[in-house]
């Protein structure tokens, strides 16, 4: 391919400094979605964050980061900023906007899809934390989640985070002590009553701010 491409062998993959421009994107946007349905034409969705724009255009960064070196800088210049960021992609991938990786529906039901997801992210957190594990496999599930921990601070789609939720789910199915875990939770109901709905309650907040910053068309990258 690189020969027919470009005119030379090579086992590179060429990127024309795509690492760069995910990161310049990543700050750009909350999410990133791909709309499959008949309601529009242009498929990309994408929610803008505020903050990380805010920040680009500060330093005069219209593109992408000239070095990674450039992306250092703007971390340790806004450190609060950007755990905030990212944070925002975290909580927006675990909490998948809608049930499908490409969106069908742009109306469906989107709560019920958040507590499915947001119950069993608490209760793998529980299981894991509280040790109620029959075998340690934290170690094996490492190389998939390489991927997961690389993409967050890009343009994050609900799709790259399949290996975490894999994890998540075989855990809870196949490698959790359920009876001793749910006797522990029910010596302290109200301790994790409101623990759960106070966390869901804060991701919600997220999430909801994530929708409301929607946009569809063809973003700067793909001009």
């Not at 505020?50 to 450190?79: A, H, R, W």
Request: hydrophobic share 45%; net charge positive.
């Amino acid at each position: 391919m690189n020969y027919y491409e470009l005119g030379k062998f090579s086992i590179k993959v060429p990127t024309n400094g795509l690492m760069k421009r995910q990161l310049f994107w990543g700050m750009q946007n909350q999410a990133y979605g791909t709309y499959v349905g008949i309601e529009q034409e242009i498929p990309q969705m994408y929610f803008v964050d505020k903050v990380g724009m805010n920040i680009l255009q500060k330093e005069g960064i219209t593109d992408s980061f000239v070095s990674i070196g450039q992306y250092l800088k703007v971390c340790l210049k806004y450190p609060i900023e950007m755990v905030g960021i990212y944070t925002r992609h975290l909580i927006n991938m675990l909490l998948p906007i809608w049930p499908e990786a490409y969106v069908v529906n742009m109306n469906s039901n989107k709560i019920i899809t958040s507590l499915l997801a947001f119950s069993c992210i608490f209760l793998f957190i529980i299981c894991v934390f509280g040790k109620y594990t029959y075998r340690n496999t934290y170690w094996n599930f490492v190389p998939i989640l390489i991927p997961v921990v690389f993409i967050t601070p890009g343009a994050v789609e609900i799709r790259f985070f399949a290996a975490l939720f894999i994890y998540i789910i075989s855990t809870l199915c196949w490698n959790c002590d359920w009876k001793s875990m749910f006797s522990m939770i029910a010596r302290n109901k109200i301790k994790f009553i409101l623990s759960y709905i106070g966390i869901y309650a804060s991701f919600i907040a997220i999430w909801t701010n994530t929708l409301s910053s929607i946009s569809t068309g063809y973003p700067i990258f793909f001009e």
